[in-house]
């Protein structure tokens, strides 16, 4: 009964999300050079890593919808940095992102461990 209505719940708050946002959930990863940058999005909490080494936890909010662009409010909740604004914009052909202008941000592959 516990598992029913967790499931209930996560399937609620997905219908409650908009069709943009359902499209960023999930692990996300850009390669440079000599760099990573990895941004993770999962129903209001965002995760972002990068190398050499950096990592950032906290909520968003969506800001606005326009098109296939997304502003959301990131809040980290720290006092020194705060809140601040992040735009995604999507491409649903090439299932990519670009976040903060830097791109394209591929959806990370989850390998099978079997």
């Not at 959930?25 to 390669?31: F, I, N, R, T």
């Not at 809140?83 to 914009?89: A, G, K, N, V």
């Amino acid at each position: 009964m516990k598992l029913y209505l967790i499931l209930v719940g996560f399937f609620i708050y997905l219908g409650d999300m908009s069709e943009q946002e359902k499209f960023i959930q999930g692990e996300w990863e850009w390669h440079g050079h000599s760099t990573f940058v990895g941004w993770t999005f999962e129903k209001g909490s965002y995760l972002r890593t990068a190398y050499p080494r950096m990592e950032e936890r906290g909520t968003y909010k969506i800001d606005k919808i326009d098109g296939k662009e997304l502003t959301l409010i990131l809040d980290n909740g720290q006092d020194f940095m705060g809140t601040r604004m992040l735009t995604i914009r999507l491409n649903t052909l090439n299932n990519t992102l670009h976040i903060d202008g830097k791109g394209d941000f591929n959806r990370r592959e989850i390998l099978n461990e079997d």
